[in-house]
């Protein structure tokens, strides 16, 4: 869901690094692991906290009160035609 602040194993800091993990991969085209070694992560363990997270936080949100509020809106007005 959310990733999480600290490695549980050696407690380095990894919570910034997802979206920058994804920017790389995506935009630049390197492998996994080399995108790691450029953002400096070097211990598998760390690796592990960045490579193996589920991003589910925007899949969640829909099932927010708010969430469904608008996918009612968005539903009825498919409906409608608009």
Sequence with gaps: MIIPI????????TGD???K???IVDEDGLSEGDAM???GCKRYC???MVMTHVDLIEKLLKYTPDGRNT???EM?????GE
């Design 37 to 39: 070694d450029k953002l």
């Design 76 to 80: 009825q007005s498919q409906r409608r």
């Design 6 to 13: 600290r490695c549980f194993s050696c407690g380095k800091v």
């Design 46 to 48: 760390c690796r592990r």
């Design 21 to 23: 993990f994804v920017k």
């Design 71 to 73: 996918k009612k809106i």
């Design 17 to 19: 690094l997802w979206e």
